[in-house]
Nanobody, 124 residues
Framework: QVQLVESGGGLVQAGGSLRLSCSASGRTFSTLSMAWFHQAPGKEREFVALISWSGVSTYYADSVKGRFTISRDNAQNTVYLQMNSLKPEDTAVYFC?????????????????WGQGTQVTVSS
């Protein structure tokens, strides 16, 4: 079992930045691929970014490429999402997820573990 806890959400003006953190406990964090998803009101949960267990491979949704950066610290059992140049359309609840490999981490249907989510609101 893996427990995931997100933090770092909040209210920010358009063009601003936030850094989300996801702390993991339980099963060995360093063996898991990690991902961030977001879900806006009335919409489905969507993929944002993922990172392989080693941190070597990262993938991003087209909507966040060049603005968001995913990283991880296996010594601290933590994954981060640095969000820059935020837009009002980035407003959503952001969820951290864990999966056994990068393919599984790319879809909400195949992730094994989830955090409770953290709200990000970007004002125009």
């Amino acid at each position: 079992q893996v427990q995931l806890v997100e933090s770092g959400g909040g209210l920010v003006q358009a063009g601003g930045s936030l850094r989300l953190s996801c702390s993991a406990s339980g099963r060995t964090f360093s063996t898991l691929s990690m991902a961030w998803f977001h879900q806006a009101p009335g919409k489905e949960r969507e993929f944002v970014a993922l990172i392989s267990w080693s941190g070597v491979s990262t993938y991003y949704a087209d909507s966040v490429k060049g603005r968001f950066t995913i990283s991880r610290d296996n010594a601290q059992n933590t994954v981060y999402l640095q969000m820059n140049s935020l837009k009002p359309e980035d407003t959503a609840v952001y969820f951290c997820a864990a999966a056994s490999n990068v393919v599984a981490a790319s879809s909400p249907a195949t992730c094994d573990y989830w955090g409770q989510g953290t709200q990000v609101t970007v004002s125009s």
